[in-house]
């Protein structure tokens, strides 16, 4: 075996190769397309489930593990009290549940006036829905500050009238020139500082747009001005990272429930929404599409890999002669396989690359479609490829289709001179 022999990218090799393929355009591309069409779909594929994945993920506008309590009506007797009774929280719950339930990260009271309400700045009105919060709730929903601050502890214990408002209700009651960070608004009459303006990070623009609509005030505040003493209307909570969420659910349940006399059986007096829960079983269906998509593509893959080594196959045979005429001329079997399997990988390499070039740009424009007509925020959102992943399929297939040369560079390197010299 001579060094001419060894070398990959000898020229003249590569001429032949050219020269071989420029010979069969149309069967070489037909073959060519198969693999394209392999590795197109299986870009496509995982681009649009993950497009599905960005839609889904984003209509979780919470953190996705956070969960949330609410008082109901008992439905059990206890204790001497009858059933219809309204579980009614208050501010000795929330110090017991910081106190008995370490594995919350995230603990935040919530209150609402109940319905909207006029919110009046100057001469300009409007109404609006106004919560009472701590500052642990921005932990909760993906809220940002783009102007003042957002309440802390020192606002909860001086019980501070202050309030943070979206920035529908900053354009609206002051204008989009005006900063209303220091400015005064009234709140049924009374009030409040505005420290903050806040925006909400979503891919969902309906809830984004509600947000913007919201005023947040201190949470004790709101209790002293609106003669709501000691109520707390729900919980939103967040547990440390690694903890599972459902334990930590039941366990402030039964905590709450105990605190306020009810029936340990009493399933309907406590109300409960775990998001971890219902984000598990999202992830499971994603799982189940990402599964789904690669065993389609995988096959068709296989196929079009398949389908390379039929028509080196055919070429073989097709070449029988000349291949006869090169082994009597002094070719050596490497020679020969090196040949068919360069063909080979030329053929796999060129199609499969420009399958994932294809595929890439398809998937490109869609998100760009998406963009530029303000599409995004549905159930479909910012479709992407993983490259590397994208890649190292395409270098999988290649190596596939080295492998599945390997039968045809085979045969013709058994081909015997004499008998090839014979054929027709």
């Given at each position: 075996?001579?060094?001419?022999?060894?070398?990959?990218?000898?020229?003249?090799?590569?001429?032949?190769?050219?020269?071989?393929?420029?010979?069969?355009?149309?069967?070489?591309?037909?073959?060519?397309?198969?693999?394209?069409?392999?590795?197109?779909?299986?870009?496509?594929?995982?681009?649009?489930?993950?497009?599905?994945?960005?839609?889904?993920?984003?209509?979780?506008?919470?953190?996705?593990?956070?969960?949330?309590?609410?008082?109901?009506?008992?439905?059990?007797?206890?204790?001497?009290?009858?059933?219809?009774?309204?579980?009614?929280?208050?501010?000795?719950?929330?110090?017991?549940?910081?106190?008995?339930?370490?594995?919350?990260?995230?603990?935040?009271?919530?209150?609402?006036?109940?319905?909207?309400?006029?919110?009046?700045?100057?001469?300009?009105?409007?109404?609006?829905?106004?919560?009472?919060?701590?500052?642990?709730?921005?932990?909760?929903?993906?809220?940002?500050?783009?102007?003042?601050?957002?309440?802390?502890?020192?606002?909860?214990?001086?019980?501070?009238?202050?309030?943070?408002?979206?920035?529908?209700?900053?354009?609206?009651?002051?204008?989009?020139?005006?900063?209303?960070?220091?400015?005064?608004?009234?709140?049924?009459?009374?009030?409040?500082?505005?420290?903050?303006?806040?925006?909400?990070?979503?891919?969902?623009?309906?809830?984004?747009?509600?947000?913007?609509?919201?005023?947040?005030?201190?949470?004790?505040?709101?209790?002293?001005?609106?003669?709501?003493?000691?109520?707390?209307?729900?919980?939103?909570?967040?547990?440390?990272?690694?903890?599972?969420?459902?334990?930590?659910?039941?366990?402030?349940?039964?905590?709450?429930?105990?605190?306020?006399?009810?029936?340990?059986?009493?399933?309907?007096?406590?109300?409960?929404?775990?998001?971890?829960?219902?984000?598990?079983?999202?992830?499971?269906?994603?799982?189940?599409?990402?599964?789904?998509?690669?065993?389609?593509?995988?096959?068709?893959?296989?196929?079009?890999?398949?389908?390379?080594?039929?028509?080196?196959?055919?070429?073989?045979?097709?070449?029988?002669?000349?291949?006869?005429?090169?082994?009597?001329?002094?070719?050596?079997?490497?020679?020969?396989?090196?040949?068919?399997?360069?063909?080979?990988?030329?053929?796999?390499?060129?199609?499969?690359?420009?399958?994932l070039l294809a595929s890439t740009g398809i998937i490109a424009g869609i998100n760009y479609l998406l963009?530029?007509?303000?599409?995004?925020?549905?159930?479909?959102?910012?479709?992407?490829?993983?490259?590397?992943?994208?890649?190292?399929?395409?270098?999988?297939?290649?190596?596939?289709?080295?492998?599945?040369?390997?039968?045809?560079?085979?045969?013709?390197?058994?081909?015997?001179?004499?008998?090839?010299?014979?054929?027709?």
């Amino acid at each position: 075996m001579n060094r001419k022999e060894l070398v990959m990218f000898d020229i003249d090799k590569w001429q032949e190769i050219y020269s071989t393929i420029r010979k069969n355009k149309l069967r070489t591309i037909l073959t060519g397309l198969g693999v394209a069409w392999g590795i197109g779909m299986l870009v496509i594929l995982l681009g649009s489930g993950r497009g599905f994945e960005n839609g889904i993920e984003g209509q979780f506008d919470v953190a996705k593990n956070a969960i949330f309590v609410w008082g109901q009506r008992t439905s059990m007797a206890y204790k001497g009290l009858q059933p219809g009774r309204f579980v009614q929280f208050n501010n000795d719950d929330v110090d017991a549940i910081r106190n008995n339930i370490p594995e919350l990260a995230v603990v935040a009271p919530r209150l609402n006036l109940g319905g909207s309400f006029a919110v009046v700045y100057e001469q300009k009105s409007a109404s609006y829905e106004v919560y009472g919060d701590y500052p642990d709730f921005f932990k909760v929903r993906p809220y940002s500050m783009i102007q003042g601050r957002y309440i802390n502890e020192k606002d909860i214990q001086d019980r501070r009238k202050v309030a943070v408002i979206g920035t529908t209700v900053k354009d609206v009651l002051f204008g989009k020139d005006e900063n209303p960070v220091g400015k005064y608004i009234k709140i049924r009459g009374i009030p409040f500082l505005v420290i903050g303006v806040y925006t909400m990070r979503s891919t969902q623009a309906e809830e984004v747009m509600q947000a913007s609509k919201e005023i947040f005030v201190c949470n004790t505040a709101l209790q002293q001005t609106f003669n709501l003493v000691n109520k707390i209307g729900w919980f939103a909570f967040v547990p440390k990272q690694g903890v599972p969420a459902a334990g930590v659910e039941q366990k402030i349940k039964r905590l709450l429930a105990s605190r306020h006399r009810i029936h340990p059986d009493d399933i309907r007096a406590i109300g409960s929404a775990n998001v971890e829960e219902e984000y598990m079983q999202v992830q499971g269906l994603f799982m189940i599409i990402r599964s789904f998509s690669w065993f389609v593509s995988i096959f068709t893959i296989i196929a079009g890999v398949i389908g390379v080594g039929n028509i080196m196959l055919i070429v073989v045979k097709e070449r029988t002669k000349e291949i006869g005429i090169r082994k009597a001329l002094g070719a050596t079997p490497w020679s020969i396989i090196s040949m068919i399997l360069q063909e080979t990988i030329v053929i796999t390499t060129v199609a499969g690359y420009m399958g994932l070039l294809a595929s890439t740009g398809i998937i490109a424009g869609i998100n760009y479609l998406l963009k530029k007509n303000n599409a995004e925020g549905g159930f479909f959102a910012n479709p992407e490829v993983d490259l590397t992943m994208a890649l190292t399929a395409t270098a999988v297939l290649i190596i596939g289709g080295a492998l599945i040369g390997m039968v045809p560079a085979t045969k013709a390197a058994a081909v015997d001179p004499v008998v090839a010299l014979r054929d027709e």
